[in-house]
């Protein structure tokens, strides 16, 4: 299960409209000290009432200055609400390099095809990769619609002819597929490009 659920995960995309931005927070806090052109002098003049009677702070991005005029309390709230953000994108980070994901990413498409090349990789070797791929097709493509799998060999293998709909017995028949998989030489680059044009090939793909 994800360390940070989809409504917290919302509440992260929402933290402009919640005025949690820079911009919002010191609008919040103070004001900006303005500056206008004086024609008789014809320049900005900014003006000087504010200069040590409020604490200020300036934007490295475009050098505005804000006079903060806000008491302790507010200041300490949006601390809390900050905080809080920030421990939501802690635990949103570890989810998505937790697992599966810290391998193959977070899979977005809703079809999609595994291609197989396991190069010249040992025995056991081997086992890992299948170890990594059982746990991508159980984490992840269980979420989505149709996958199929294509091993790259002499001999193209495919798990099924096209994109099959995503089920507990599709995805448990995939996995029995991988591991009954026999550890063989490496695919040449021929195989591995015919293997990935054999996935192009279903129009339903997306990745």
């Known amino acids: 299960q994800p360390l940070i659920s989809s409504s917290e995960w919302l509440q992260l995309h929402g933290l402009k409209r919640n005025k949690l931005s820079l911009s919002q927070i010191l609008s919040q806090i103070g004001f900006q000290h303005r500056k206008d052109y004086v024609t008789t002098l014809g320049k900005l003049v900014a003006s000087r009432y504010a200069d040590g009677l409020f604490p200020q702070y300036k934007r490295a991005e475009d050098g505005s200055v804000y006079n903060l005029t806000a008491k302790k309390e507010l200041i300490l709230r949006f601390l809390d609400c900050l905080m809080g953000?920030?421990?939501?994108?802690?635990?949103?980070?570890?989810?998505?390099?937790?697992?599966?994901?810290?391998?193959?990413?977070?899979?977005?498409?809703?079809?999609?095809?595994?291609?197989?090349?396991?190069?010249?990789?040992?025995?056991?070797?081997?086992?890992?990769?299948?170890?990594?791929?059982?746990?991508?097709?159980?984490?992840?493509?269980?979420?989505?619609a149709k996958f199929n799998l294509i091993r790259a060999a002499q001999v193209l293998m495919k798990w099924q002819q096209k994109s099959t709909p995503v089920s507990e017995h599709t995805v448990k028949s995939a996995v029995t597929w991988l591991w009954k998989l026999d550890h063989m030489t490496a695919a040449s680059h021929t195989n591995s490009a015919e293997a990935l044009l054999e996935a192009m090939s279903d129009e339903a793909v997306s990745s």
């Open 85 to 144: 953000a920030i421990e939501l994108y802690k635990q949103r980070m570890e989810w998505l390099t937790s697992e599966s994901r810290q391998i193959f990413g977070v899979i977005q498409e809703h079809c999609i095809v595994i291609v197989l090349d396991f190069g010249t990789v040992a025995p056991t070797e081997f086992d890992l990769c299948r170890d990594a791929l059982s746990m991508v097709l159980l984490e992840q493509v269980t979420q989505i």
